[in-house]
């Protein structure tokens, strides 16, 4: 056969290329397509992906993978959902290289093996890491303010499974007047441009407040939190973590409502309730990544038994909201 001949396409390949109408799904994979670091993120993976051997099957390419991985994230998939939306979408095969006359879609069970692989050598963590410095290079991510803030998550609470019991990782928690069974996201964010560079992931019956010093870089000069973080500065060990990087930190914490409303009327309170006002406007950026991860990647309850499984998708999710916060400046 002549290796120079050209390269014939299904006619399902060419009768949807011929469509005149561009949809949102393509609009939004060709974007991600630009701005994800690819060869950034692989080579991360790589010293851990299967090799090609002499036996057995030859792994699937490593960034085949990374893309249906992506996918599962970004529309909130099970495994085999994944599978089939790929098979059922030419937009989700054009953006996994995938031609159906040539190639199968990679099953659940192969990428239920990839996400394992993620999880037992902390991949998904490195790889935020890795988006974040390739946004500091392009200065997209500042390193002197940072805002904390943590979010509920739901996990099933039903006990109709196989082992009649839930999750014994995740707890309850009791919100206004409202009782949750989850986990917690906490996260620590970029104040000027309301990017994750810090994530810890918990049950839900842990305090916010005790989370903090996991959640500073070391470099801030800055900190702003919510009520629920009041006292911060004096506990243990924040100052211990403080004392380790050598650290000066200015606190910008709200104040309970009722410390407001104690306060009699007049100039003192107007004051006060303004710089309330002004400290809250800076930490609205903290609910960005928050929208992005939960409103647009559908991620509201968790799919995976117990913290570790949770973590390391909630730190790929993340790490995909950062990029795609700034999709705009990243894009050529």
Excluded: C
């Excluded at 620590?188 to 959640?215: C, F, M, R, Y």
Aim: proline letters at 4%; aromatic letters at 8%.
């Amino acid at each position: 056969m002549n290796s120079t001949a050209p390269v014939q396409i299904s006619f399902a390949l060419a009768e949807y290329e011929g469509k005149k109408k561009i949809t949102r799904r393509e609009v939004f994979l060709g974007k991600m397509e630009q701005v994800v670091p690819w060869s950034r993120l692989k080579e991360v993976i790589e010293p851990y992906y299967p090799k090609s051997g002499k036996r057995g099957r030859p792994p699937i390419g490593l960034e085949r993978m990374l893309r249906m991985y992506f996918v599962q994230q970004w529309y909130g998939l099970a495994d085999e959902a994944v599978e089939d939306a790929v098979y059922d979408s030419q937009a989700l095969r054009n953006f996994m290289g995938i031609d159906l006359s040539r190639t199968s879609v990679p099953d659940a069970t192969t990428l239920m093996g990839f996400r394992h692989l993620l999880e037992a050598h902390d991949l998904t963590k490195a790889m935020l890491v890795e988006i974040n410095v390739m946004l500091m290079e392009r200065g997209l991510l500042m390193t002197q303010g940072t805002l904390v803030d943590a979010t509920l998550i739901a996990a099933p609470s039903s006990t109709k499974n196989k082992e009649h019991a839930r999750d014994p990782e995740m707890h309850q928690t009791k919100k206004g007047n409202q009782w949750h069974f989850g986990l917690k996201a906490h996260i620590g964010v970029d104040k000027e441009s309301g990017l994750v560079h810090t994530l810890t992931t918990t049950a839900a019956n842990v305090s916010d407040i005790s989370q903090t010093p996991a959640l500073l870089h070391g470099q801030e000069s800055a900190v702003w939190a919510d009520a629920g973080y009041v006292g911060v500065e004096k506990r243990e060990d924040m100052q211990k973590a403080l004392a380790a990087n050598e650290q000066t930190v200015q606190w910008h914490v709200a104040k309970r409502r009722r410390t407001l409303t104690k306060l009699a009327d007049g100039w003192q309170k107007s004051m006060a309730q303004a710089y309330e006002k002004l400290k809250a406007q800076v930490r609205a950026y903290v609910e960005h990544p928050f929208h992005v991860v939960k409103d647009i990647f559908k991620y509201k309850k968790t799919r995976y038994k117990g913290l570790i499984k949770n973590d390391a998708q909630l730190n790929m999710l993340f790490a995909l909201s950062n990029l795609y916060m700034v999709r705009g400046e990243l894009r050529p």
